[in-house]
């Protein structure tokens, strides 16, 4: 009856229903409890830390078991269930939604075991240094942990304790890196603080390794490249290749760029090659442009054959190239800096040889663009080359300010005597200084007439009228260097004038810029100097009129052999010499104001000649008078044969007809003079009358014994001169002389001093008598 019921069932389904709820049941709760035993044992290992070894594998049985189960039985409902759906639908819903979820939690089951066997399998490729299969562990166990996380399971506390376990596994990773990478690329760098850039090169190494070990995936990979597919994998190569740059430009390509007797030699080592550096003889102050070349290629070629070759798997960024963009910017512009500006030439004709270094700088690039580490770069280097125009100009007018410079701060104490009557031709002659250029002009002919018309004029005129004759004097050597250089570098332009017109111009307005520079550096370098040397004061004074007497027709002789816009009337330095011609004179007469106040204080002395009759007045202000006469005599010496003659006339008549006039006041505003007084006064006027006429000595000349010669020229560049002659009359003149000298106003004393001075003068020298009170009738008021 049993059997018979069975086949009923059956038949209608329903027994096979009733055994796949079982079943499924069944399956359920021991999901349920393995589930539980998983999580149980995955919280002792990775949270408790409990060694779990048998367990593990017992578990890992039982789900496979498990598995194989469930399939079997998800088969079978899909197979043989799945077609009486239609009229039990209701009947298997809750099955389904029971079976989704036992699949799911199988499903989660499964990746919890695929991290654990991963994580397994990274503990054995880290125990065998296999670190890129260690790597693609971590990065595979990252990728699932991933997935559960967006599946929805991220609150698992499992998963929690599994992320903590894969941080500390990447941290021990990137670790083990760092320190296989500290033992494949080895540095040697001396610390000592007492050695030169030249000996710490010398003593610097670097080995690359070259030992090779068997990886997983790779076997038979060198142990470098190894290592740096793996620090790609974990996303440290780029910082580690980051500090090598900067370590490699600092102690490596940065000496070599300063150092031109030290060169690169790769030596090979056991498992490894190392990169020495050795000492040449060279006589080379700065390094050439193909030896630096040579020597970093040799250091590029030794990277890319032991490390930088290295394949990472991305065609688009080599390390190559990574390790360019972390030094290139930085290096070429040390090559700049550091080699190729002092490679610019300095003259015309080393600029026609500069071909040379451009060649050889596009060969560099090349080798680089080979090498893979300027690919698709614009190199500065040949930017730079190829402005060289520019540099050359640059570079030219700079060593030009820079060597003018350094004449101005030197010493103004030689000097060289110009203008002389020998030699009346101060203006350098164009034609010669260019040589052919001028040959090559069509007017040549009418230009030498008109020239040697000028020179006829010219010769033709007085030394002191004709504004194109220089007076003789004495300028410093350096003054006359330096308008020599300025001669030098404007031919120099005119020469360049075709060919590199820009260098004209730019070389042009260097000259102005060195007379400027003369204006500003000159009076404040020597500044102290010129207020104490009154013999520098002069040697500057002549400078500068000596520069703006070439300034007047400087840029008209170089007008037509300069480039436009410059030939259109714009070369000029006209402007400049009001400029130097003040700072000039202000010098001189700021000088002479010193000089004025020295010889006023001599004078205090003399306690304004009261007394002198008696011994003690008598010798002060004697003493004062000679003081004052010393000191115009020692100026004399100074000034006589280095400011042109006019000029050093005016100045020393300008001083002492300070100390004239001084003396004069202070003897007018006497009250009363005794006759002893005006004797002593009348002695020491006349020291004054007998020495002074010989401070005019280059004037003089021969005709010291000629009075008359003498007084002329005293009177004209001493204003007080008669004057002072006039009072050395009355101090030893009688009522009657002074009286015939006045004649009414009209006679030479009349001409010289007021009537209020003369009375005063004579109610000082003479007692009050009839005869006085009628000279003094005779002596009015105008």
Same mark, same amino acid.
């Given at each position: 009856m049993s059997s018979f019921v069975t086949e009923v069932l059956a038949t209608t389904g329903r027994l096979e229903k009733d055994d796949l709820v079982k079943k499924t049941g069944k399956l359920s709760k021991r999901v349920e409890d393995i589930k539980g035993e998983i999580y149980e044992t995955i919280t002792q290992r990775y949270v408790d830390f409990v060694p779990s070894l048998n367990t593990t594998l017992d578990l890992t049985t039982r789900v496979n078991t498990l598995v194989t189960e469930v399939d079997n039985l998800n088969n079978k409902i899909?197979?043989?269930?799945?077609?009486?759906?239609?009229?039990?639908?209701?009947?298997?819903?809750?099955?389904?939604t029971q079976l989704r979820r036992t699949n799911t939690v199988l499903a989660v089951l499964g990746s919890l075991y695929e991290i654990q066997q991963a994580l397994d399998s990274h503990h054995n490729d880290m125990d065998n240094q296999q670190f890129i299969s260690a790597a693609a562990r971590l990065t595979q166990i990252q990728q699932i942990m991933e997935e559960l996380q967006e599946g929805g399971y991220c609150e698992l506390k499992i998963l929690t304790a599994l992320g903590i376990e894969l941080r500390v596994r990447k941290e021990n990773l990137i670790h083990t890196l760092g320190e296989a990478w500290a033992k494949a690329v080895v540095w040697n760098i001396p610390r000592a603080k007492d050695l030169n850039d030249e000996d710490r090169l010398l003593k610097t190494e670097l080995r690359l390794t070259t030992v090779t070990a068997e990886d997983a995936t790779l076997p038979g990979t060198p142990r470098m490249t190894t290592l740096v597919r793996a620090m790609k994998d974990m996303n440290v190569l780029q910082e580690k290749l980051k500090v090598f740059a900067r370590r490699c430009l600092e102690y490596i390509f940065l000496p070599l760029v300063v150092l031109p007797n030290v060169?690169?030699?790769?030596?090979?080592?056991?498992?490894?090659?190392?990169?020495?550096?050795?000492k040449q003889s060279s006589s080379k102050?700065?390094?050439?442009?193909?030896?630096?070349?040579?020597?970093?290629?040799?250091?590029l070629e030794y990277f890319n054959k032991h490390l930088l070759g290295i394949d990472v798997g991305t065609p688009d960024s080599s390390l190559m190239t990574m390790f360019s963009d972390y030094l290139w910017e930085d290096l070429s512009q040390a090559i700049i800096k550091g080699c190729l500006v002092h490679s610019i030439p300095r003259t015309s004709q080393e600029l026609e040889k500069y071909m040379e270094v451009i060649t050889a700088t596009e060969e560099f690039v090349t080798s680089l663009e080979n090498l893979g580490f300027l690919h698709g770069k614009e190199s500065a280097l040949m930017r730079y080359v190829k402005e060289i125009n520019v540099h050359f100009a640059n570079k030219k007018c700079q060593d030009i300010l820079a060597f003018a410079r350094d004449l101005m701060t030197s010493e103004?104490?030689?000097?060289?005597?110009?203008?002389?009557?020998?030699?009346?031709?101060p203006l350098p002659n164009i034609r010669e200084l260019l040589g052919q250029q001028t040959s090559k002009k069509p007017k040549v002919k009418q230009e030498e007439s008109t020239t040697a018309a000028f020179e006829a004029t010219f010769d033709s005129m007085p030394e002191l009228q004709c504004p194109f004759r220089l007076p003789v004097c004495r300028i410093s050597v350096t003054v006359d260097k330096l308008v020599k250089l300025a001669y030098a570098t404007l031919c120099e332009a005119s020469e360049v004038t075709t060919s590199n017109p820009g260098c004209a111009v730019q070389m042009f307005y260097a000259v102005r810029d060195m007379f400027e520079l003369f204006m500003e550096v000159v009076p404040c370098y020597h500044?102290?100097?010129?207020?104490? %040397?009154?013999?520098?004061t002069a040697v500057h004074y002549n400078n500068c009129f000596y520069i703006a007497h070439h300034l007047l027709t400087l840029g008209h002789q170089f007008l037509?052999?300069?480039?436009?816009?410059?030939?259109?009337?714009f070369a000029t330095f006209v402007d400049q010499i009001p400029v130097l011609r003040e700072l000039g004179t202000e010098c001189l007469l700021q000088q002479m104001r010193i000089q004025r106040d020295q010889v006023l204080e001599y004078l205090v002395g003399a306690h304004n000649f009261t007394n002198v009759a008696e011994d003690y007045n008598r010798g002060n202000a004697e003493k004062a008078v000679k003081k004052v006469l010393h000191q115009l005599t020692h100026l004399s010496k100074v000034w006589q044969d280095v400011l042109p003659t006019n000029i050093y006339c005016k100045a020393l008549g300008s001083l002492l007809n300070s100390a004239i006039q001084d003396i004069i006041g202070k003897v007018?505003? %006497?009250?009363?003079?005794?006759?002893d007084d005006a004797a002593q006064l009348h002695s020491l006027c006349g020291i004054v009358k007998e020495r002074a006429p010989l401070l005019f000595h280059p004037v003089v000349k021969e005709d010291t014994k000629n009075k008359k010669a003498v007084e002329a020229e005293v009177q004209l560049y001493v204003p007080q001169w008669v004057k002072f002659s006039e009072l050395m009359t009355m101090l030893d003149a009688s009522l009657q002389d002074i009286a015939d000298r006045w004649a009414d106003g009209k006679g030479p004393l009349g001409h010289e001093?007021?009537?209020?001075?003369?009375?005063?003068?004579?109610?000082? %020298?003479?007692?009050?008598?009839?005869r006085r009170a009628a000279v003094l009738a005779k002596i009015k008021q105008q």
């Open positions: 899909q197979n043989e269930v799945q077609a009486q759906l239609s009229t039990s639908t209701s009947e298997f819903q809750d099955l389904q060169s690169p030699k790769v030596v090979t080592m056991m498992q490894s090659e190392a990169l020495h550096f050795d102050e700065t390094v050439v442009p193909t030896d630096l070349y040579f020597k970093i290629n040799t250091v103004m104490l030689d000097t060289v005597q110009v203008g002389a009557s020998d030699d009346m031709a500044e102290e100097n010129l207020k104490k %040397l009154p013999h520098l037509e052999h300069l480039p436009k816009p410059l030939a259109n009337s007018t505003a %006497l009250e009363d003079i005794s006759a001093f007021t009537a209020m001075e003369v009375r005063g003068l004579v109610r000082a %020298l003479f007692q009050n008598t009839d």
